[in-house]
């Protein structure tokens, strides 16, 4: 079946250096969401991409789909303490699966050090 | 203005009785979802439900029921509570038939005890 794998699953860095989050995808994805969750708090939609090789950026966050659409990245510049959370990357099977269905890798918990 | 609201926000309850978890989201969507995220934080899936239409039926107990009323309500009935039902569950809904972003309301944490 369909699986979304990511990893790390922990990261821990000090404040300013970078992270990197990867998600493999044993399909071809459709399309594939990036959510942020504080601790404590629910998963907050970042960004959606769906075009074989796209690249966005938001501010220190750049998001990157694959050109074979089987794996995505998220990479943060000089990380900062409000970038601890848990990222989870989401994808959806090419192939018209089930309506809605989105399948989350299982989150890269990134903790930051002042 | 809430956009997708749980209630209630913590639950405590013994092993063997039967919650109930509401839902609702002024969002105007027509697809609404069930998560379980355990200690782990593992968002799984549950259910999802299109225009109040069963669509999406994961392998969980079926002591666990959801019901909607309506396309802004989806609610989760769990029966003969266990320990292992323990986690946060989160209900999220997303516009159309889903293929877009999903907003999550802001969990229930439930212990079984």
């Known amino acids: 079946g369909q699986q979304v794998m990511q990893i790390p699953q922990y990261q821990h860095v000090q404040e300013g250096e970078d992270f990197t989050t990867y998600c493999n995808s044993s399909t071809t994805l459709s399309n594939i969401q990036w959510y942020k969750q504080r601790p404590g708090g629910h998963p907050v939609f970042l960004i959606q991409?769906?075009?074989?090789?796209e690249v966005k950026k938001q501010k220190r966050l750049t998001f990157q789909f694959g050109e074979a659409k089987k794996n995505s990245s998220l990479h943060i510049t000089a990380t900062q303490t409000t970038d601890v959370g848990t990222y989870f990357c989401a994808g959806r099977d090419d192939r018209g699966s089930t309506l809605g269905r989105l399948y989350f890798g299982r989150g890269t918990q990134l903790t930051v050090w002042p | 203005d809430t956009a997708v609201s749980q209630t209630p926000k913590y639950l405590v309850t013994q092993m063997g009785n039967d919650k109930s978890i509401k839902c609702e989201q002024n969002?105007?969507?027509?697809?609404m979802y069930w998560y379980k995220q355990d200690s782990k934080k593992f968002l799984k899936i549950m259910f999802s439900y299109n225009n109040k239409e069963l669509i999406i039926n994961e392998t969980v107990p079926n002591r666990f029921s959801p019901k909607s009323p309506d396309k802004a309500h989806l609610n989760l009935h769990i029966n003969s509570l266990e320990l292992g039902d323990s986690a946060v569950y989160f209900c999220?809904?997303?516009?159309?038939?889903?293929?877009?972003?999903?907003?999550f309301g802001p969990g229930t944490r439930l212990t079984v005890t």
């Open positions: 969002l105007g969507h027509d697809t």
């Open positions: 999220a809904s997303s516009q159309g038939q889903g293929w877009g972003e999903q907003y």
């Open positions: 991409l769906v075009k074989s090789g």
